[in-house]
C-alpha cells in the first residue's frame, strides 16, 4: 500500500514539469515568434538608419537637430462668386527653426520666409454681400477702392517666433516672441483672447505674442500659473494674461486677461482701440469613455467704453476601435448677430479683419478623421452657422508616408442663403505640400 | 510503523515540494514591478516603424522615466515634421498628455483614444502601461515555458478595466523577471493579433533594460521596433519635470 502511495507520489512530482510541458505543446504556432525577431529587427534597422547613430553615444550629448524648419507649398484656387471667376493663388512659406538647449536655458526661434505668386491682392468688397457693397457705393458712389477694403499679399521675411526660456527651481521664465495660448476648445477658444484661430484651418500655426511670461508651479493643483504680460508702445498699454492651468482630477484653466481691442469704422477709415477685461475657465476631462471640454468667458469693457458680452463653448470627442476619431463643438458668441439680416458692412469689414471674432452668434462644428493604413489620414469636417443657415463643408485627405513630406488636398464646399457667411465664396480647394528638413 | 510514517511525510513533500519552490502568481507579477521600478532614467531610441507595404519610417525619441513607468516623458528629436512633439505618461498610463509642436497646445487624451495608435506605431498610448501588472491586470500563472532559449513563467494577465485587449499571454524570465513575450488577444480570439518583445538585455545598476523592444501587428504585418541608443541611469531626476507644462519646452 505504502508503496502504491511513494509510486503516486513520484507521479505527481514528475507530472508537474510534464504538465507544464505539455501546455506548451497545446500553445498554437502564433503564440511564439517564428525566427529571430531581433535579428530580424537588426537587419531593418541597419538598412532604415543613419550609421552615426550607434549605441554608446555621450549621454549628454543628444545629437537633435539645432536647425530644422520646412517648406510649405500652398495651391489655392478660389471661386469667387460675384464675379463668377476662378482666382489661384500660390502661397509659399519657407520656416527655419533654430533651437538650442543649454542647462537651465532653452532658446527658440523661428524665421519665415514669404512668398506669393498669382492672385496677391485681395479685395474685401468682392467677397461682401452685393446687399453691403450697394451700400457702400451709395455713400460714396462707385469709387471705393480705397486700400482699407484691400489686402495684399506681399513677400515679407517675419521673426515668427524668438524667445528664450529660463528654467529656475522654482519659476520658470519665457522671455521674447512665444506661443501663449490657453483653452481647451478645437475650433474656438473663447477664454483666449491673445490667439484668432482661422475657423476653417483651426490646426495651423498661431501668431505669436511679444511677452514676458513668468511661470510658477502649483504642486497643489498640478498646475501652474502663468502671467505674461504683452510689449506694446507704452507700459500702460501693455496686455496682461493670467492663466492657471491645472490637472487634478481633470484639466482646468482659470483665466484672466486684461488685454487691447481695435475697432475700425471702415466708413470712415478711422480707428479707435480700447481695453477689455475678460474672465474665463476651461477644462477637459471625460465622460465614462468620451471626452468632454468646454469653456466659457465674460468680457467686459473697460470704463463702459464697449460692451460686455458672453461667450462659451462645449464639445466632446470619441475614437472608435477603428481608428475613427469623431469631434462636435458648439460656439455661441453673444456679440454676434441673431441671422443674416442683422450683418452690416461694419460687422462684415470688423469680421473679416479680424476685430470681431464672428459673424453669427451660434456655430457647430462636426467632423469625422478615418486612419487609413496608417499613412494617410481621410476627414469630413462641417462648419455651420446656425444663426444664419450657411454652412462650409470640408473634405479632407492627407498622405503622411514619407518623413519629410506631407500632402494635403482639402476643399471648401459653402452654401447659404443670400447675405450669409458662407455664401460669398461658394468653393476653393488646396493643395498643401509640406517639406521637412 | 516509524517507516510507514516516514514514507508518508516523505511522499508528502515530494507532492509539495514543486508548489513550494515554484513562486505564485502574484509573487512573479510583484517581482516584475520590481525589476522595471527603475527609480530614475533617461534613454535615447531610435524607433522604426516597419509597415506591412514596405515603407519604413525613423523617428529618434528621448525618454525619462520615474519610478519605472510610473511617469514618464518623451519627446521627439527627429526627423524634423514630429521634432518636438511629446507625451507625458502619468499614474502609469491613467493619464496621458500630448504636445504637438505643429499645433503648439497641450491636450489631455482622453481614456477612449488611449486605443489609438501612439505616432503611427505599432503601440497604443494603452500599451504605455504596461508595468502596472498588480494594479491593472488579474494574474494567473500558466506554467514554465521557454522563450528566446530562457526559462521563463508563463501568465495570463486579464485586464481589471475596460481594456482593447481581452488577455495578456505573458512570458517573463525566470531570472530578471522581464517580460520578454507578450501576446495580446481581442475578445473571443483564440489566436494573439499583436506580439511585444523584449530582448538585448543588460543589466545596469542592478535594473534589467531591454536594448531592443519590437511590437509586432501580426493581422497588419507590421512592426514598430525600438533600440536603445543611449542609457543613463538618474536616481535623483527632478521629478518637476513630470508635469504638463514641462512639455512645451
Known amino acids: ?437 | 510503523m516509524k517507516v510507514k510514517y516516514a514514507l508518508k511525510l516523505f511522499s508528502i513533500l515530494i507532492i509539495f515540494t514543486p508548489a513550494l519552490s515554484a513562486l505564485s502568481s502574484a509573487a512573479i507579477v510583484a517581482r516584475m514591478e520590481k525589476a522595471a521600478a527603475v527609480p530614475g532614467c533617461r534613454m535615447l531610441y531610435r524607433q522604426v516603424i516597419k509597415r506591412a507595404s514596405g515603407s519604413r519610417s525613423v523617428f529618434k525619441i528621448e525618454s525619462f522615466t520615474m519610478n519605472g513607468n510610473e511617469k514618464q516623458l518623451l519627446r521627439y528629436l527627429h526627423p524634423a515634421k514630429v521634432k518636438g512633439t511629446a507625451f507625458l505618461i502619468l499614474n502609469s498610463g491613467d493619464d496621458i498628455w500630448a504636445y504637438f509642436s505643429a499645433t503648439g497646445r497641450v491636450r489631455r487624451i482622453a481614456r477612449h483614444a488611449r486605443r489609438q495608435k501612439m505616432m503611427g506605431s505599432d503601440f497604443t498610448y494603452e500599451d504605455m502601461s504596461m508595468t502596472a501588472f498588480k494594479e491593472k491586470y488579474k494574474a494567473e500563472l500558466l506554467g514554465e515555458d521557454k522563450v528566446f532559449a530562457k526559462a521563463c513563467y508563463k501568465l495570463k494577465l486579464i485586464p481589471k478595466e475596460r481594456s482593447s485587449y481581452a488577455k495578456l499571454i505573458v512570458w517573463t524570465d525566470k531570472k530578471l523577471f522581464v517580460p520578454l513575450l507578450v501576446n495580446y488577444y481581442a475578445a473571443g480570439e483564440k489566436t494573439a493579433y499583436k506580439q511585444f518583445m523584449q530582448g538585448k538585455i543588460k543589466v545596469i545598476n542592478s535594473y534589467p533594460v531591454a536594448r531592443m523592444v519590437i511590437m509586432k501587428n501580426l493581422e497588419d504585418n507590421s512592426q514598430t521596433i525600438m533600440q536603445v541608443l543611449q542609457v543613463e541611469m538618474k536616481p535623483n531626476i527632478n521629478e518637476d519635470m513630470f508635469v504638463p507644462s514641462y512639455l512645451k519646452r
Open chain 1, 1 to 437: 500500500m505504502r508503496f502504491k502511495f511513494l509510486l503516486l507520489s513520484v507521479l505527481i512530482f514528475f507530472s508537474i514539469p510534464a504538465a507544464a510541458e505539455t501546455n506548451r505543446d497545446a500553445v498554437s504556432s502564433n503564440e511564439l515568434p517564428a525566427g529571430d525577431p531581433f535579428g530580424e529587427a537588426e537587419a531593418i534597422i541597419s538598412s532604415s538608419s543613419n550609421a552615426e547613430d550607434t549605441i554608446g553615444e555621450k549621454a549628454d550629448t543628444v545629437s537633435s537637430d539645432i536647425l530644422s524648419g520646412y517648406l510649405e507649398s500652398r495651391a489655392l484656387l478660389l471661386h469667387s462668386a460675384p464675379k463668377q471667376e476662378w482666382l489661384f493663388q500660390n502661397a509659399n512659406k519657407l520656416k527655419l527653426k533654430l533651437d538650442k538647449s543649454f542647462n537651465r536655458i532653452n532658446f527658440h526661434s523661428e524665421i519665415n520666409f514669404s512668398y506669393y505668386a498669382g492672385h496677391t491682392r485681395l479685395c474685401l468688397l468682392e467677397y461682401l454681400p452685393q446687399k453691403q457693397v450697394k451700400a457702400l457705393s451709395n455713400l460714396f458712389g462707385t469709387n471705393f477702392s480705397a486700400d482699407v477694403y484691400n489686402y495684399n499679399y506681399n513677400n515679407r521675411i517675419t521673426v515668427f517666433r524668438a524667445y528664450g526660456v529660463i528654467t529656475l527651481p522654482r519659476v520658470s521664465f519665457f522671455i521674447g516672441r512665444q506661443p501663449v495660448t490657453c483653452g481647451t476648445g478645437y475650433v474656438w477658444n473663447p477664454v483666449d483672447p491673445v490667439n484668432k484661430k482661422d475657423m476653417l484651418d483651426p490646426d495651423y500655426e498661431l501668431p505669436p505674442l511679444d511677452a514676458l511670461r513668468v511661470m510658477l508651479p502649483l504642486p497643489a493643483v498640478k498646475g501652474e500659473l502663468n502671467c505674461a504680460y504683452g510689449f506694446r508702445n507704452n507700459f500702460k498699454d501693455g496686455e496682461f494674461l493670467a492663466f492657471i492651468r491645472a490637472h487634478a482630477w481633470l484639466d482646468w484653466h482659470l483665466v484672466y486677461a486684461y488685454y487691447n481691442y481695435h475697432k475700425t469704422d471702415f466708413l470712415t477709415g478711422l480707428t479707435t482701440s480700447g481695453k477689455r477685461s475678460l474672465i474665463g475657465a476651461a477644462f477637459a476631462g471625460q465622460a465614462g469613455e468620451v471626452g468632454i471640454h468646454g469653456e466659457a468667458a465674460y468680457h467686459t469693457g473697460i470704463k463702459k467704453k464697449a460692451t460686455a458680452y458672453f461667450s462659451w463653448l462645449a464639445g466632446f470627442d470619441y475614437t472608435f476601435t477603428f481608428q475613427n476619431r469623431i469631434m462636435a463643438e458648439f460656439y455661441r458668441n453673444d456679440s454676434g448677430s441673431k441671422n443674416s439680416q442683422q450683418y452690416t458692412l461694419q460687422s462684415w469689414l470688423s469680421y473679416i479683419n479680424m476685430e470681431q471674432g464672428c459673424l453669427g452668434k451660434n456655430y457647430l462644428y462636426l467632423s469625422s478623421t478615418q486612419i487609413l493604413f496608417d499613412i494617410t489620414e481621410l476627414s469630413l469636417s462641417a462648419l455651420i452657422n446656425l444663426s444664419d443657415s450657411s454652412y462650409c463643408l470640408m473634405p479632407q485627405y492627407k498622405i503622411m508616408a514619407l518623413d519629410q513630406l506631407d500632402i494635403l488636398l482639402r476643399c471648401m464646399i459653402m452654401d447659404g442663403s443670400k447675405g450669409s457667411e458662407f455664401a460669398a465664396v461658394n468653393e476653393s480647394g488646396e493643395l498643401r505640400i509640406n517639406f521637412y528638413f
